[in-house]
C-alpha cells in the first residue's frame, strides 16, 4: 500500500506553510552558496529541535513516550519492541552489518544512511516509507541533518561530535556528499521522476519535443526554481502561465466551454478543454467569454495520485531540464 499524498497532503501543505511563511529561500538551495540556516547549532539541542519541528521526524516517529507517531520505529527505549534507545540501537545495527560486510560501518554511519538512503536498509516489520528529508517540502541542509544526527546518537548513544561533524569516517563522508548533491537536484530519484512525468504530465505537456500541448512546455523550467515547480504541482491556480489562463465561453444557449483559448481569429475561437478536446466557437453565437484566474487546466488533484516520492522524484526530474546554453 502507498501512502499517498492525499493522506500527507494537509501535512505538506502545512510544511509548505511554514517554509514559505520563514522565508526560506529555495534558491539558496538550488545555488549551492552560502549556509542555509545559520541559526541551527549541530549539537543534540539543535537537532532537538528540527526533530520536533522543521524534520517532520515526529509525524512518523516517537521518542519514548513523547509524542504519538507509529508509522516508523519509536527512537527511545519503549515497551519491548524498543528495548535501545536509537543510538545504542545504532551502534546494535551497525556490529551486525560491519561483521556481514566485513566494513568498519559505525553507528553514525547508520542513522546518516537512514536519512541519506532510506530505502538501503529497512527496518524489520515497517515499510520502506522514509521520506526524503532533505528533498522538499522537509529540505533539511546537511548541517541540520548533522544535528539530528547528534540528537538521536544522544539518545543512548556514544556521542562524539567529530565523527558527525568535523571528521566523518569515509562512509558518512560518502553519504554526505550523497546529500549535498541531491539536495541541489531537488532531492528525489530523477529516473523514477522521468516515468512518473511519462505517466502523469506528458499527456499535457512537452519536452524535448515530445508530449502534448495543453500545458506550456516544460524545457528549461530549472530556471524558475525548485520553489515555482512545487507549487505548480501543488497549487496550479497560483501563478498561471502566461499564454495559459483558463477561459469560460458561454454561448447563447447557455453551453459553458472552459478551457485554453487554442485559436482565436476573427471568425471563430477555439478552447482546448483538459482532455484535450477542441470546442469551435463562432464569435456570433458568443454571449460571454472571460478568463477565470480562479482555475487551471492543470488539474489540482494531481497530488492524488503521486505518492510523497514520486512528488520528490518528479520535482528533481524537472530541476534537471536546464535552460539550453547555445
Ligand atoms: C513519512 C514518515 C517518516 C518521516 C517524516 C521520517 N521517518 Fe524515519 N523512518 C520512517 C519509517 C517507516 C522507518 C522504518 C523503515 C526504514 O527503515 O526505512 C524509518 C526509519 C528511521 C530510522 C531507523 C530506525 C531504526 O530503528 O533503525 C531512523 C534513524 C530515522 N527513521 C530517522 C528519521 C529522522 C531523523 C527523521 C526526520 C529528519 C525521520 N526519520 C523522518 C518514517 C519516517
Ligand atoms: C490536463 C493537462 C495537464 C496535466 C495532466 C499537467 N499539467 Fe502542468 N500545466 C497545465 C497547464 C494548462 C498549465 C498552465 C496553467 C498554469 O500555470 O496552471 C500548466 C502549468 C505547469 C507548470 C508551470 C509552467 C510555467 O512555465 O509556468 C508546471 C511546472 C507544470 N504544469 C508541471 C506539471 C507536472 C509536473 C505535471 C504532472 C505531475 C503536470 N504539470 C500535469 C496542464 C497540465
Sequence with gaps: MNVTVTRVFPF??????IYLWIGYSITELTDGGGEVNTAIDISPEGGE??????GRCFTC???GGQGSAVRGPNHGQFGEKFPMPMGARAAERAKERAEKEGNDFNAVDYIVES???????????????MAVVYAPPISLSLKEIKAVTSYLMSLGGDLDME?????????????????????????????????????NCAECH??????????PALDGISAKGLKFISESILQPTKALAKGFETWVLIDKEGRQSIGLKSRDEAAEV????????????????????????????????????????????ILSFLMLQKPKTE
Design 163 to 199: 565523527a558527525i561533524d568535523t571528521s566523518p569516517s569515509e562512509i558518512t563522508q560518502a553519504f554526505y556528499s550523497k546529500i549535498s548533491a541531491a539536495a541541489e537536484a531537488g532531492g528525489g530519484d530523477p529516473g523514477a521522476g522521468a516515468e512518473v512525468f511519462e505517466d
Design 115 to 129: 536519512m541519506a538512503s532510506p530505502g538501503a536498509y529497512v527496518v524489520k516489520g515497517y515499510k520502506n516509507e
Design 206 to 215: 512537452m519536452l524535448a519535443e515530445e508530449g502534448g500541448e495543453i500545458g
Design 61 to 63: 516517529h516517537s521518542v
Design 12 to 17: 505538506l501543505l502545512v510544511v509548505l506553510g
Design 270 to 313: 477555439d478552447i482546448t478543454k483538459a482532455n484535450g478536446d477542441v470546442v469551435t466557437v463562432a464569435k456570433t453565437d458568443i454571449k460571454e467569454m472571460k478568463i477565470d484566474d480562479t482555475k487551471s487546466v492543470m488539474p489540482d488533484d494531481l497530488s492524488e495520485g503521486l505518492t510523497v516520492k514520486d512528488y520528490q522524484d
Design 49 to 54: 529541535a528540527i526533530y520536533w519541528g522543521k
